[in-house]
Each structure stands twice: as structure tokens, then as C-alpha cells.
């Protein structure tokens, strides 16, 4: 049972970790206007580069943000879940939509390739949030295409797959216990992967439970993230 202390400790991380995703939304949201006036086109490659460097770390900083702040009211039984039935084309051209800049300024096509009347049963706003980090990495270390696909059985499972050098090893490994991750010299936490891990399993039908797994080859060669919704 948590103490006064801590639980005062938690409401004040929580806050804080809001207000801070506040700010930085409000940041990207200018700093975004501010290179929309500019032709990505015209600018020379690092200065392009370093585009798509802000448009990458501004996104993925904000994403970890919500990733903590969706945990922490995970932890304390307070995340709305709220599955709904949702038209997967438009779904993913969404996600697509979200990451424009960042796939413009890398030069890198985006591929969705989904059946425009396929519709799953999830909670849109959580499957998002997670998805967002995975496209992120897809983009940070694809070399020219990532395509997003979709298929259904008894259940739903989205496909990210990119043209990479593909997934390390170790993390492939790692399966169901992505926490594990931590590298002091890459700066990784997998944090995303776990975050899409518990949104996954958040997800239910009769005994099935969301899964999600990693691997390499797949449909472009590089790396493939799969999440399967029951």
C-alpha cells in the first residue's frame, strides 16, 4: 500500500509530465508553422537534414511524454478505454497524415495499403499513441520506403514494415519484456515497445488477449512490427 508521500509524489510527476506534453505540443504545433513557410525543397541537405532531425526528436520527446502519463494511469486504474468500431483505411492514412513532415523531409514513401471498407473493433485514440513511436523509428531508420498494411482473421493486426537494416538481435530476443532495453549508449529505454505491448494487451476478447511482435525480413526486407488486436 503506497504511502501518503508517495502518492503526493505520483499526482505531482503525473502533473508535471502533462504540463510538459502541453508545452511541447504547443511547440511543435510552432515550429511546424514555421518551416510550413519554408520549401523543404530548396533548402540544401544539412539543412534539410537537421529538418527532419526537429520534426523527428520534437514528435518522439512528445510521444514519450504520453506513453508515461497513459502508463501512470494504467498503474493507478485511471486510462479511459474506450474501443469503438474504426475504419482502418482512414485510420491509418491518419497515422500517415501525422508524420507528413518528418516523411517529406526524409524523402521516404509511405505505403497504406488496407481495404478501404475493413473496419477493427480498438480503442483508436491508445492504438495511436502507440503506433506513433513505431512509425517514428520506422522512419528514423528506413532507407526509402515503410509501408503499413492490414490484415483480419478472427482478429486484426496491423503490419509496419520498413526496408531497414532491421531490428537488432537482441531485441528480437526480447520478446515480452521490452522494459529490458535499456541501452546507456543508444539512449533506448523501449519504452515504445512496451508501451505498445500493455495497449495491446489492454485489449481483450473472451480468453484473447493483444499481442505484439518484432521481426526481420518481412515484406520490404528491413524490419516488421506487428500488432494484433482479438
Known amino acids: 500500500m503506497q504511502s501518503k508521500k508517495e502518492d ?35 533548402l540544401n541537405p544539412q539543412t534539410k537534414d537537421y529538418y527532419g532531425v526537429v520534426q523527428y526528436e520534437s514528435s518522439r520527446v512528445n510521444n514519450s511524454l504520453m506513453q508515461l502519463l497513459a502508463l501512470y494511469k494504467l498503474e493507478n486504474n485511471q486510462l479511459p478505454y474506450n474501443p469503438n468500431y474504426v475504419n482502418l483505411s482512414d485510420f491509418l492514412e491518419e497515422q500517415k497524415i501525422k508524420h507528413l513532415p518528418l516523411l517529406d523531409a526524409k524523402n521516404i514513401e509511405c505505403i497504406i495499403d488496407v481495404d478501404e471498407a475493413m473496419e477493427g473493433f480498438f480503442d483508436d485514440c491508445l492504438i495511436a499513441t502507440a503506433l506513433e513511436n513505431i512509425i517514428g523509428n520506422a522512419i528514423r531508420y528506413t532507407r526509402q520506403q515503410i509501408k503499413i498494411s492490414c490484415h483480419q482473421n ?77
Open 8 to 42: 503526493i509524489f505520483n499526482m505531482v510527476l503525473a502533473s508535471t509530465v502533462h504540463d510538459m506534453k502541453n508545452s511541447l505540443g504547443m511547440l511543435g504545433e510552432s515550429i511546424n508553422f514555421i518551416l510550413s513557410q519554408i520549401d523543404i525543397q530548396s
Open 154 to 230: 478472427s482478429s486484426t493486426t496491423i503490419v509496419i514494415s520498413d526496408d531497414g537494416p532491421g531490428y537488432p538481435e537482441s531485441m528480437l530476443q526480447m520478446e515480452g519484456g521490452y522494459m529490458l532495453g535499456i541501452s546507456q549508449s543508444t539512449g533506448s529505454t523501449g519504452l515504445g515497445l512496451f508501451f505498445a505491448q500493455k495497449i495491446a494487451e489492454i485489449h481483450q476478447h473472451k480468453e484473447n488477449v493483444g499481442t505484439i511482435h518484432l521481426s526481420n525480413g518481412g515484406e520490404l526486407g528491413g524490419s516488421q512490427f506487428e500488432i494484433t488486436i482479438p
